[in-house]
Structures are given as C-alpha cells and as structure tokens.
C-alpha cells in the first residue's frame, strides 16, 4: 500500500509540512516494498489551484493515504470520491522518519 | 422573531453529473427550461431510492430529522416530476449542505483521520495501529475554508467509543 506524506525536504529528517497543496516535497512511501519516492511539488507557490493540482500528482501514483497537517476544503470532496484517506497530523516537530517508523508498526 | 437557521444537510459525495437534458421535445419552442434540484435534495432521493434506505436511516445519515428529510425528499419527487411532465431540464445545484465523510481522533498518536470506504467498519488507526480512537463529529466543514483541526479545540468522546 502506498502512502503520501507532505514533507518540506527531500530527505528523511526533514518535518512534516502542515499543508497539503502547497507543500515542499511529496514522499510516496510504499508499506510493502519499503520503497520510497520524493516529487517537489510544482503548485508550492501557485496562487489558486494548489490543492487540487497535487491531489493529481500523488493520485497518479495510486496511493491510498496522504498523510498531512491540513487539507483545503476543494481537496476533501475530491480525496472522498477517489477514496484515498486523509490522515490529519497536528504536530509540525515530527520528522518523516517517525512517521514511517509509525506506519511500520 | 427571526426563523431558526436552517440546519446544514450533511451529504456523503457530489453527484457524478450536473443535471439532465430531455430530448425529442414534441413542442419544440426554443431553449427547455430548467428545474433546479438542490444537492440536498438528490441526496435525499439517492439515500431513499437507491440504497433503499427508510426515512428515518435516511435522516440519521443527512444529520436532519425524520419530518425534514420526508420533506426534502417529497420536494425532490415533486421536481423530478415536473421535469417529467413539463421537459424541463434538471439542474444539480445548491441547497444548503456540507459534505462529509465520518471522522475519528487517534487516541494514542492524536491523529484525526477519515474513512473513505463507507462500506467497511475501521478497525485501528491508519496511522499508529493504536484501537483506541473516537468518533469525531466537531468538524463543522464552513463552505470556501479550508478545515481546521486545531489542537488546543476540545474533543470529547461521544456515548459511541469505538473500542474493540
């Protein structure tokens, strides 16, 4: 199963970033191979349409969960009808590789 | 006395479609007119005649009571069958709603996660495998903002906990 999570650097100790459109980077981790992907993220700096642009990028790598600090209200619909799971961490101070170990469990 | 507000009619998903357009008109006089169908109202019809829901499950699901849905929904026939009758065109649009799917706060990780499969119950947090969560039913979505979930925000348990 492959999971998103919003960071602001492309390396393990990096944070979590706390938005979803306009984040830094996407880590696309995969809980079965271990496998892991960073993709910058084009829309961090764009005025309107973040969201939904990014919900385009990490939908095409089938993931099934994004993990992040906050979704846009056009995202949540959105997220609903392709079926992916948000997960809303409130905790800036988590670097990825926590994340991961959590999701390892 | 001002009337009291009305409530926000909670809907699981956007329509697929925007409306419906009649062909084959027998009194072709220009352009058809237009019924508009509110989101709630088709959500209303979706619940009742094609999950086959009651009323009362129907309502339960919307977040209204039992005489509003029966409302709601006989306002949805009565414009369907104007359309009908008439060849009107049907428009999905409007109405006072907000969507939502359920959501839940991990107790161990302090998570706040949804579940997109409606179908199948959730078993454990997505995040830290933790039993332990809540339902969430705060969220109130405000349309054109963005959701909040704000920490220091109290979150108290509802009767129903989900404990396995």
């Not at chain 1, 995969?30 to 084009?42: L, S, V």
């Not at chain 1, 846009?72 to 959105?78: C, D, E, M, T």
């Not at chain 2, 009291?4 to 998903?13: A, K, Q, S």
Request: proline share 5%; glycine share 6%.
């Amino acid at each position: 199963m492959k999971v998103a999570i919003t960071s602001t650097g492309n390396n393990l100790e990096s944070k979590l970033d706390q938005r979803f459109g306009r984040c830094s980077w996407f880590l696309i981790y995969d809980t079965a191979t271990k496998g892991m992907e960073f993709i910058p993220n084009p829309n961090k700096d764009a005025q309107n349409g973040a969201g939904p642009a990014s919900v385009q990028i990490v939908a095409s790598r089938n993931v099934e969960k994004i993990i992040s600090g906050e979704f846009g209200i056009k995202i949540k619909s959105l997220l609903d009808s392709l079926k992916i799971q948000m997960i809303v961490l409130k905790e800036p101070e988590k670097n990825l590789e926590e994340i991961i170990n959590m999701l390892n469990q | 006395m001002s009337p009291r507000p009305i409530r926000l009619r909670r809907i699981c998903n956007p329509p697929v479609i925007s409306g419906f357009r009649p062909y084959g008109t027998r009194s072709s006089n220009g352009k058809p007119q237009d019924v508009f169908l509110h989101i709630e109202e088709y959500e209303a019809l979706r619940l009742c005649d094609y999950e086959l829901m009651n009323h009362h499950q129907a309502s339960v699901i919307m977040n209204v009571s039992r005489p509003t849905l029966t409302r709601i929904y006989a306002r949805a026939r009565m414009k369907i069958a104007e359309a009908f009758v008439l060849g009107k065109q049907i428009i999905i649009e409007g109405g006072k709603i907000y969507f939502d799917s359920e959501w839940f706060s991990c107790k161990r990780c302090g998570c706040f996660f949804n579940n997109p499969d409606k179908q199948v119950a959730v078993k454990e947090c997505p995040l830290c495998r933790s039993i332990v969560f809540s339902n969430y039913e705060e969220v109130i979505y405000e349309p054109e903002e963005s959701i909040t979930l704000t920490k220091n925000r109290k979150y108290e348990s509802r009767n129903h906990q989900h404990r396995k």
